[in-house]
């Protein structure tokens, strides 16, 4: 099993997300249960983000990395500022 670390800031948006939009929190939480079984699955990034991986919630990008039997979530944001 993966260890998992969730940023500072990946906790806060969480919250907030959970205030606001609770189906969009529930879709966010089922995939990160995802992630956690087969991180492997999901899109790269490149250039100066390698290393990172990336899923898209309609206009909203959770971005995450795998490393050294951890799985660490940077950021939920929308796709404007994520990148």
Wanted: proline share 2%.
């Amino acid at each position: 099993m993966r260890e998992t670390v969730f940023s500072d800031e990946f906790k806060k948006q969480l919250g907030r997300l959970k205030k606001k939009d609770r189906i969009m929190f529930d879709r966010v939480s089922k995939k990160i249960k995802e992630i956690i079984r087969v991180p492997e699955r999901f899109k790269h990034l490149r250039k100066e983000l390698k290393g990172e991986k990336r899923i898209h919630f309609g206009p909203f990008v959770l971005r995450f990395s795998t490393g050294d039997d951890k799985i660490f979530f940077i950021t939920f944001k929308h796709h404007d500022s994520s990148y």
